[in-house]
């Protein structure tokens, strides 16, 4: 099972409130997001608005606001919140003994034409 789990780290390399990026196949952002609940998530790094970085957004509670056009995106689903309509992949995440993991083919599986907005 470890195998199919791709260990990206220690969770303190994340301050709560913020994210970290990692480059994956083809090029591609994963963004890692820690809330100050202490809650990690991990979404492809691109709003579906127009792609803005979400790792540099504000993440509040379960959500992160885009930096250039302040969309919200919601950290669990990817789906933009409010009347903006749109979704970002979510890449499954979880913590082992401090330790962060990301699932393996999901960061395969996604690519950047994965992008939905409406």
């Not at 998530?41 to 792609?51: D, G, M, Q, T």
């Not at 960061?107 to 939905?116: E, G, K, M």
């Amino acid at each position: 099972m470890i195998g199919a789990w791709l260990d990206i780290g220690p969770v303190d390399q994340i301050t709560p409130g913020s994210a970290r990026t990692l480059k994956v196949q083809g090029g591609e952002e994963i963004a890692v997001f820690r809330t100050e609940g202490n809650q990690f998530h991990a979404l492809v790094n691109a709003c579906p608005h127009k792609r803005g970085p979400l790792s540099q957004g504000i993440v509040h509670g379960g959500v992160v606001t885009c930096p250039l056009h302040n969309w919200n995106i919601s950290l669990t689903s990817g789906e933009a919140l409010g009347d903006d309509k749109g979704c970002v992949p979510v890449i499954p995440l979880r913590v082992d003994a401090g330790r962060i993991y990301l699932l393996r083919s999901a960061l395969v599986a996604h690519s950047a034409t994965d992008l939905r907005a409406a």
